[in-house]
């Protein structure tokens, strides 16, 4: 029995990085063209979010979403969620229809195909070095003038498997107070047993997801950041415990 479960794990992690790649090499032409101006990535964020859709219904995962608030269209936000999974990515963009731009570790643009599509549209950072996150406020300044959302996961990267939820670093909050942008917190209850970076572990099943109430920083200063941070640490945590 534990062969076969470990033969099976195997073959379900290969099977992820296939359907990663099918949508990519099928779209390669269109994707290519989408991402040649900052303009045309509205566009983009359509297909990412059909890719993302595509991924987890061939991996078996059925996503359920409970909102207690729906974003407005046209209206920028920060979108933050507890990080346990390589399918982080493909629930939070099937969770969210307003365009936004992750800011992510500068590792994942290593990945074959998704890796040259990532670094292309998201804001990468090397949390290792301060010149690097004082870029990217810029760039994410850029992106909000055009727009856009932003989606941090403000863990700042996947903590233990033992750890239910890691502290949050104060980037994400001091970035939407800068803005004065409402903060989405988002729950993803279920994808660390569904597919977590253990490579012997996750299988497919439900994938539960919880938007909660917004946090407004209008009328907020830096100063507020700390409380904020806690506010929304809370607030995740209580969920997951549940």
């Known amino acids: 029995m534990k062969l076969f479960k470990q033969v099976f794990w195997v073959f379900y992690r290969i099977w992820f990085y296939v359907l990663v790649a099918i949508p990519i090499i099928i779209l390669l032409p269109i994707l290519v063209i989408s991402i040649l101006k900052e303009s045309r990535y509205p566009f983009f964020f359509r297909l990412a979010r059909l890719w993302a859709r595509f991924i987890l219904f061939g991996m078996g995962f059925r996503v359920k979403i409970q909102r207690e608030q729906s974003p407005q269209p046209d209206k920028s936000y920060m979108f933050i969620a507890n990080h346990t999974s390589m399918a982080d990515i493909m629930l939070m963009l099937v969770t969210v229809k307003n365009p936004f731009v992750f800011v992510g570790k500068k590792e994942l643009a290593k990945i074959p195909l998704f890796g040259f599509f990532y670094k292309r549209t998201s804001i990468l950072v090397d949390r290792s070095s301060a010149k690097s996150r004082q870029a990217v406020f810029l760039r994410a300044q850029r992106r909000l003038k055009q727009g856009m959302s932003i989606c941090i996961f403000p863990e700042g990267g996947v903590p233990d498997e033992h750890i239910i939820l890691d502290d949050f670093k104060d980037g994400a909050f001091r970035m939407a107070i800068n803005h004065q942008i409402p903060i989405v917190p988002i729950t993803f209850m279920d994808n660390k047993k569904r597919f977590s970076y253990t490579f012997f572990s996750g299988g497919p099943g439900p994938m539960r997801v919880k938007v909660h109430t917004f946090i407004p920083?209008?009328?907020?200063?830096?100063?507020?950041?700390?409380?904020?941070?806690?506010?929304?640490?809370?607030?995740?945590?209580?969920?997951?415990?549940?």
Request: net charge neutral; no cysteine; glycine share 0%.
């Open 217 to 242: 920083t209008k009328d907020l200063t830096i100063e507020d950041t700390k409380s904020i941070n806690a506010k929304a640490h809370q607030l995740l945590l209580a969920q997951l415990t549940q």
